[in-house]
Each structure stands twice: as structure tokens, then as C-alpha cells.
T-cell receptor, first 110, second 116 residues
């Protein structure tokens, strides 16, 4: 059983479109992180959300942490080809173990 | 400054051979993590160190896998008697300190292991 369920698994869109990807769990987390991984590279941290209901914006990316701290979403406005990559959510299990979801592979075509 | 480096970047080995994968973390980072990542999926935790102490090895698949960080800096992940199912990308990450949201993990480029 996957602790963090991400959806959709794959998303192919045209440049300029908006999109939302989701990260869901039945567990409550003290915080949740989003990473982006480009082909051939390691994951890079985008944001950490800590408070239930929290919304964080990073340019065209908007991250939301659910009120119950069980789920999160990432919304991208006016997607660009440079947004292409694997988007991963991750949560701390215990004090020091970071567990990842399987990710959403995003392809943005010009 | 220099990021996390890993070597070799690619390793092809025959089934039954032992392999050693190296990770050189960012200088001054206390915590070091090893992950295994299947293509198109998220990293899977293997083990982690604070300084030279291995704090958690619960993610190591079996006793053929071991890791060490003897001087609290460079770490080696060793796989003995490799099997085809061990083929994967092995990633290392380091963070300034351990735990939770305060400390970002910086990932290395990974070692692609292929067992034939």
C-alpha cells in the first residue's frame, strides 16, 4: 500500500494550459514537501507546507495543504515547456525518514 | 559550491558480483541518505546516517545491502552477490541536519546500476 497516492500518474498538455496534480493519503502529516525532478537529474525541493489549509505560491506554481493535513495539491498556471518533469510529493515518517509518492510525470508541449 | 556527487554514474555488473557505490555529500552536511529509484517513480528510502552513525537501515531490502560512512563524510553503499532485481538508479542525498521540514535534502545525480 502506497502511503502517498499521486494523481494523475501522467499528464500531457499544451503550453499555456493550467493543471492541477494531487497528493493524497489517509495519514496525517506534520508537513509535506513537493519536489520536481527533471530527466537525468535528482529531485529538487520546490516547497514545504506545514500548516493545515496553507497556500504557498512560487511564481506560477500554487501549493495547498489540506485542512486535515492529509492531502496536498499543486496547481500550475500557464504551463511552459520548462515545467516538464516528474513532480513528487513527500512526507516525513518518524523523525528522519522521507517517503515519496510515485509522482506525476508532466509533459508540456510547445 | 559543489553539490552532492556520486560515482560511478553508470555501473554494469554481472549477476553474483559485488558492487560499491560512492556518495560524496555537500561539505558540512551532517545527514546522508541513500535511496533507490525506479524509472518514472519516486525515490525509495534505504538508509541514513548522522555523521558516521547509521541511524536507520530499515529500508535496506535484505542483508546483501550494507552502507557505511566511517568518517562522517563520504559514504559507500555495497551490494553483495548482485541479482538482476537490484538493477535501479541509486541516489544519495545530504542535508545540513536531520529531520523534518527544516532541512532540505540535496540529491546527487545517482548511479545507474545494471545487473546482467
Amino acid at each position: 500500500t502506497q502511503l502517498l497516492e499521486q494523481s494523475p500518474q501522467f499528464l500531457s498538455i499544451q503550453e499555456g494550459e493550467n493543471l492541477t496534480v494531487y497528493c493524497n493519503s489517509s495519514s496525517v502529516f506534520s508537513s509535506l514537501q513537493w519536489y520536481r525532478q527533471e530527466p537525468g537529474e535528482g529531485p529538487v525541493l520546490l516547497v514545504t507546507v506545514v500548516t493545515g489549509g496553507e497556500v504557498k505560491k512560487l511564481k506560477r506554481l500554487t501549493f495547498q495543504f489540506g485542512d486535515a493535513r492529509k492531502d496536498s495539491s499543486l496547481h500550475i498556471t500557464a504551463a511552459q515547456p520548462g515545467d516538464t518533469g516528474l513532480y513528487l510529493c513527500a512526507a516525513w515518517i518518524g523523525y528522519s525518514t522521507l517517503t515519496f509518492g510515485k509522482g506525476t510525470m508532466l509533459l508540456v508541449s510547445p | 559550491g559543489a553539490g552532492v556527487s556520486q560515482s560511478p554514474r553508470y555501473k554494469v555488473t554481472k549477476r553474483g558480483q559485488d558492487v560499491a557505490l560512492r556518495c560524496d555529500p555537500i561539505s558540512g552536511h551532517v545527514s546522508l541518505y541513500w535511496y533507490r529509484q525506479a524509472l518514472g517513480q519516486g525515490p525509495e528510502f534505504l538508509t541514513y546516517f548522522n555523521y558516521e552513525a547509521q541511524q536507520d537501515k530499515s529500508g535496506l531490502p535484505n542483508d546483501r545491502f550494507s552502507a557505511e560512512r566511517p568518517e562522517g563524510s563520504i559514504s559507500t553503499l555495497t551490494i553483495q552477490r548482485t541479482e538482476q532485481r537490484d538493477s535501479a538508479m541509486y541516489r544519495c542525498a545530504s542535508s545540513l541536519k536531520t529531520g523534518r521540514s527544516s532541512y532540505e535534502q540535496y540529491f546527487g545525480p545517482g548511479t545507474r546500476l545494471t545487473v546482467t
